[in-house]
Structures are given as structure tokens and as C-alpha cells.
């Protein structure tokens, strides 16, 4: 069982930045593929990126350039630094954690999950 709880969300002004952390429990964290989700109002949750257990990283054209994940096995965390971030970022961000991911943006790959973040940019 790995429980996941996110914090870093926040109100930014557009072209600002935010990092969002993702503290799991387990003493499997290095194991799991680690993925970033988001959900905005009225909006089905979208992948926003992922990383692997060997720090191989995957993100959605929205956000690349802009987002980077990285993670710490040491500390069982996994972040998503958020640069020049949009009014079209704002959402609920969430992080997922994943033993047998086929697809890094396929949600339902994911076995557990954080209760999520707010983002809000204002423009």
C-alpha cells in the first residue's frame, strides 16, 4: 500500500512558478512509476507527466518546456517544477503511483493516488 499526499499548489500570477511535492509512504517507492495528473473544472483529468523508477521522464506537449519532474528515492518524493505557467495550467493537480505502467499517461495504469493540489494562475 503506498499513500501519497501533495502540497506546493497555490495562486501564481501567469508567466510565474510553482513546485508541487509528492511525499510518499512504502519502502517500495523507488519501484513505482510516478505520474502527474491534473483536472480542471468541467474537464476530464488529463496526464501531465511522469517519471520512471530510473528518472526517465515523459510529459504532454501542453507542458513541455515549461514543467519538469524529478524525483528523490531517498526521500520518497517526486516533484513538478512549474515554469511560465498559463491561466490554462489551473487545475487540481494529482500525483499516482504505478507498479505495472504500460502507459505513463494512462490514468487507470495508476494504482494509487494523492487527493490533489490547487493550482490557480491568474492572467
Known amino acids: 500500500q503506498v499513500q501519497l499526499v501533495e502540497s506546493g499548489g497555490g495562486l501564481v500570477q501567469a508567466g510565474g512558478s510553482l513546485r508541487l511535492s509528492c511525499a510518499a509512504s512504502?519502502?517500495?517507492?523507488?519501484?513505482?512509476?510516478m505520474g502527474w495528473f491534473r483536472q480542471a473544472p468541467g474537464k476530464e483529468r488529463e496526464f501531465v507527466a511522469a517519471?520512471?523508477?530510473?528518472?526517465?521522464?515523459v510529459y504532454a506537449d501542453s507542458v513541455k518546456g515549461r514543467f519538469t519532474a524529478s524525483r528523490d528515492n531517498a526521500k520518497n518524493t517526486v516533484y513538478l517544477q512549474m515554469n511560465s505557467l498559463k491561466p490554462e495550467d489551473t487545475a487540481v493537480y494529482y500525483c499516482?503511483?504505478?507498479?505495472?505502467?504500460?502507459?505513463?499517461?494512462?490514468?487507470?495504469?495508476?494504482?494509487?493516488w494523492g487527493q490533489g493540489t490547487q493550482v490557480t494562475v491568474s492572467s
Open positions: 499516482a503511483a504505478g507498479g505495472r505502467v504500460v502507459i505513463p499517461s494512462r490514468s487507470y495504469d495508476y494504482e494509487y
Open positions: 512504502g519502502r517500495t517507492f523507488s519501484r513505482y512509476v
Open positions: 517519471i520512471t523508477s530510473g528518472g526517465i521522464t
